[in-house]
């Protein structure tokens, strides 16, 4: 700060006086605030000091001459106002999709979880893997949480209110409640008696399911619920959750204990359960993750099965809002850096236009210079125009933000979670701001500097175009097609990239034929259907009656929907191979005999599954060739047998290879997979798969649920969907992205041609005259056209190597974009240079043309 | 241009204290007075860029005492008001007290 003062005596008083206090201070406030005054002294007087040096004229003089120039620049805008207008819209398009791209990166990534130490809530993993018991031996055996709590998902049905209804609802300790830090809005949330049904079976229900459900009647406390569902049929109402409670993982209607004593109804000893922690102050991850390594050794042999799978997925612990975003960071943050490319062209365009301004204006920035105007001052002047152009174009900017926010959140809303965060709050506000002034500096800077380099002889006298300027101007011209090109060709690569991603993943051979099949989940009320001979009675049942609606060809049951974003992997072990250290895991598909003709998997070798495999015959199993080809070959799997991973005890001798599908996702690699008979597993089964003809699946399943509610009046039935749907819907959110991505490079492109366009129509005004002058010299107009071609696409041809350059290199930030794309592809990149090149000619042409058409006497007439 | 403008509020100030602190017209002594007489805070930057304006305004003038062991071995500026300035002051209190005239009433009722 020193060296901002003017050398000598000043700075030596200054600085001498400053100490002098300072030590005073010392004795009368103590060093803290002394120390505290003397940096606060300092920075006051370095900033006078440097105003004062700079511009030799205090502040006051400092806002007299911003108004002057405001008030300047204000009248220069409203003497023509088009292109002004035409810089302010761009600025405000570009503004505009930066800042709302911006309130997404800050409600979604920036934004703090809204819990109590939410920056200490942890998950812990292994994910999935949870039980109650490993919750209490981690709270016994661990120093590092303050509060831990788990967390399973599920429903239950609600009777006695009318239709049966299917409620989303969650399972959880205390503990988990104590973690989030929810608090009621009437009555309690649990407490840890409530993990020993103490009081009973108690719920607690969210807010907006307390007043869509039960009219916000207070007197719901201590109500009792037909409520069946995890052994128990009926449960207490103690409690309303407030409205900004905010549960993890989803929107559940209600929560109910997760039982931790193994003899009372409701106890869930299996586990798959989600942990989630509060870290006690200033204890580290990687300490959380040591104090849970010491104490899984102990817990080995008493839970043998959760620590089998967790030696193969080791334990972590990852800050709860990480975990949240995990799969948004990428997509947002590519998103972001699109438009501020695309901000960044807009800028280019008004630096050119701005550009043409300063040239139309050279005779009056040349008079004031000849009349003694500084270089400075004329600088300060474009420079304050440029800023006020770049504050005006970004309040129109907030305001298109502000415009179209609401559909951006709604549409965001099922892709990102946390898009009700997403707000024009002051933090955006304050951005915009910030990017508006720093557009204003980029795109000032360069008319500025061309403005206040003018040398006052050579504008007056308007003939004498230097050579030297108009080389300048050239290399400032193409400097700017160049960006524009490369800046495009690089946001246009990025969403080709994402686009083949698409029509690759549209292509995947999934092994199976979901056309015309639909898909119906099914739920069995608690305390009906409770053994394996009513439930298989009712299943052949429902499929004897659904097979008869009309337009249905053929009905199967399973326990999950193909392709449906889950997938369900049990360990288990060959009879007679040594599985080794190596815990095998391949996916758990129970299904009926018909699933096979509704999928139209082929058989490979040995038989499908019959319906003589019943509960009383011999256990067995399909695999798929994956499965089949990870031990043996695929013909020599008949006979083998599959045993418990646990004990080695017998599960099914396997009958049949099938080919192997993608069962697990669209986007997954093929899994090993073992398929059971529905007849001898019917507890697992909770989804009806229809193949239809015809055109209306949806229909067809209307009818299906018709007939199903005939069958069992008190059946739940849910999320009616064909299988076009379920698997577009996993591909979802990068059809989503792409789309954005999509919009941007096609304004990125649309933006860099008008630029392109305006670059070149001002450097063929600009040589008017030359050309004038080769005309009148016997030049041919054709002649005229090449060289104008070749000067305009010298720039283009150097932005696409610069575009491909950074594309290449910067690619690896798509990665988690793309499927089976690589980022450097060279069709992509061949295909989008063209097209940019092409794109580039287009813009050149047609001020090409006008030189072309350009005769010596009007081209010598213009000047 | 300026030349006939009258003083602004804190320069008067300025002066004014410069002239209370006498013989020890040093940057703190002056803060002081100020913090004292007008009860306003200065921030060192703001009084140091309105002492040098004074200075080239003709209205201040500064001379360098020695190093002394107070001022940790510095040379310092003792500040003090040159013959200009102090016309200065007496023109910008004649035109208040002119202003002022008559007004006494409407002081009384302010005051009490």
């Not at chain 1, 809204?114 to 031996?137: F, N």
């Not at chain 1, 690089?490 to 034929?513: E, F, I």
Request: with cysteine; charged share 20%; net charge neutral.
């Amino acid at each position: 700060m020193e060296r901002m003062l003017p050398r000598g005596i000043v700075r030596e008083d200054v600085t001498g006086s400053l100490a002098e206090e300072f030590v005073e201070r010392v004795d009368v406030h103590g060093v803290g605030a002394a120390r505290r005054w003397y940096r606060w002294q300092a920075a006051g007087v370095a900033a006078h000091g440097a105003l004062g040096r700079v511009h030799g004229f205090t502040r006051g003089e400092g806002m007299r001459m911003l108004g002057a120039d405001l008030k300047y620049a204000w009248r220069a805008m409203r003497r023509t106002p088009a292109p002004y207008l035409i810089a302010s819209l761009t600025i405000a398009l570009g503004v505009g999709a930066n800042a709302a791209m911006f309130s997404v990166v800050n409600g979604v990534i920036l934004a703090p979880l809204s819990y109590p130490d939410a920056d200490r809530i942890v998950r812990v993993w292994p994910e999935k893997r949870w039980s109650v018991e490993m919750e209490s031996a981690v709270v016994d055996g661990t120093t590092s949480f303050e509060r831990f709590g788990t967390m399973m998902d599920g429903s239950l049905t609600l009777l006695g209110e009318g239709e049966p209804e299917v409620v989303q609802s969650r399972q959880v300790t205390a503990g988990w409640m104590e973690v989030l830090g929810g608090l009621p809005h009437l009555g309690r949330t649990f407490r840890p008696g409530d993990d020993f049904h103490e009081e009973g079976p108690v719920v607690v229900l969210s807010y907006d399911y307390w007043a869509n459900r039960f009219g916000a009647d207070p007197m719901v406390i201590g109500r009792t619920l037909d409520l069946s569902g995890y052994g128990v049929e009926s449960r207490t109402v103690v409690g309303v959750m407030r409205a900004d409670f905010t549960p993890v993982n989803g929107d559940p209607s209600l929560w109910v204990p997760l039982v931790k004593d193994p003899d009372v109804p409701g106890y869930r000893g299996s586990y798959g359960g989600t942990a989630l922690a509060v870290l006690g102050p200033g204890v580290s991850h990687e300490q959380a993750i040591g104090d849970m390594r010491r104490l899984i050794p102990s817990m080995q042999d008493t839970y043998a099965t959760q620590f089998r799978e967790i030696r193969h997925s080791p334990v972590d612990v990852v800050g709860l809002k990480d975990s949240v975003i995990r799969e948004t960071r990428a997509p947002v943050l590519v998103l972001f850096g699109a438009v501020t490319f695309v901000l960044l062209i807009a800028c280019t365009n008004v630096a050119n236009l701005l550009l043409a301004r300063t040239t139309a204006r050279r005779k009056e920035v040349g008079l004031r210079i000849a009349l003694g105007a500084e270089r400075g001052r004329i600088f300060r002047q474009m420079l304050t125009e440029s800023g006020l152009l770049a504050v005006l174009g970004g309040a129109a900017g907030v305001a298109v933000a502000y415009l179209v926010m609401p559909v951006l959140r709604s549409q965001l809303s099922t892709h990102l979670p946390r898009a009700d965060l997403i707000v024009l709050d002051v933090r955006v506000l304050i951005y915009a701001l910030l990017v508006s002034l720093l557009a204003g500096i980029v795109f000032g800077v360069a008319p500025g500097l061309r403005a206040a380099n003018s040398p006052p002889g050579s504008v007056l006298n308007e003939h004498a175009r230097g050579s030297v300027a108009g080389r300048r101007t050239g290399r400032l011209n193409n400097a700017l097609v160049v960006s524009e090109i490369a800046l495009s060709l690089v946001l246009v690569v990025g969403a080709a990239l994402m686009l083949k991603s698409l029509v690759r993943l549209g292509h995947v051979d999934t092994g199976m034929n979901i056309e015309g099949v639909a898909s119906l989940d099914l739920l069995l009320p608690a305390g009906t259907y409770e053994d394996l001979g009513s439930r298989q009675a009712l299943f052949s049942q429902l499929s004897d009656r659904v097979a008869t609606v009309p337009g249905v060809e053929d009905v199967t049951f399973s326990n999950l929907v193909p392709m449906g974003g889950s997938w369900s992997g049990i360990p288990y072990a060959i009879e007679g191979q040594d599985s080794g250290a190596e815990s095998l895991v391949a996916g758990y598909q129970v299904v009926t005999p018909a699933f096979f003709d509704v999928f139209e998997i082929p058989l490979v070798a040995g038989r499908l599954l019959l319906p003589t495999d019943v509960a009383e015959g011999e256990a067995v199993a399909l695999v798929d060739r994956g499965f089949a080809e990870r031990h043996w070959s695929a013909g020599s799997a008949l006979g083998q047998v599959i045993v418990s991973a646990q004990n080695g005890s017998p599960i099914a001798r396997v009958v049949g290879v099938v080919e192997g599908t993608r069962f697990a996702g669209v986007e997954e690699p093929p899994r090993p997979t073992m398929y059971f008979p529905a007849d001898q597993n019917f507890w697992f089964v909770r989804h009806i798969l229809v193949r239809t003809a015809g055109t209306d699946p949806l229909g067809v399943l209307a009818a299906v649920s018709d007939v199903i509610h005939e069958v069992g009046p008190n059946l739940a039935l849910r999320n009616p969907a064909t299988m076009e749907a379920t698997v577009a819907n996993a591909a979802g959110d990068r059809r989503f992205f792409a789309r954005l991505m999509g919009a941007f490079a096609a304004l990125a492109l649309f933006l860099g041609v008008v630029g392109v366009y305006g670059v070149m129509s001002y450097a063929v005004g600009q040589r008017t005259r030359e050309i004038g002058v080769r005309l009148a010299l016997g030049a041919t107009s054709g002649t005229v056209l090449v060289e104008t071609l070749r000067r305009g696409m010298a720039p283009v041809a150097v932005g696409v190597a610069v575009g491909l350059a950074a594309a290449i290199a910067g690619g690896g930030v798509l990665d988690a974009l793309l499927y089976e794309v690589d980022a450097a592809d060279p069709l992509v990149l061949v295909g989008v240079s063209g097209l940019l090149l092409v794109t580039g000619l287009v813009a050149i042409v047609v001020p090409a043309r006008r030189a072309m058409l350009l005769t010596p006497v009007t081209a010598l007439r213009s000047e | 241009m300026g030349e006939r403008a009258f003083l602004g509020e804190f320069e008067q100030m300025v002066l004014l204290a410069v002239l209370q602190s006498g013989d020890v017209a040093f940057g703190p002594a002056i803060s002081a007075e100020l913090e004292v007489r007008a009860g306003r805070q200065v921030s060192r930057g703001a009084l140091y860029a309105t002492l040098d304006r004074l200075e080239k305004k003709g209205l201040l003038h500064w001379e360098i005492e020695a190093a002394s062991s107070r001022s940790r071995g510095n040379r310092r500026r003792r500040f003090s008001v040159t013959e200009k300035g102090r016309e200065e002051l007496l023109d910008a209190r004649r035109a208040f007290d002119n202003l002022w005239a008559g007004l006494d009433d409407l002081a009384g009722r302010t005051v009490g």
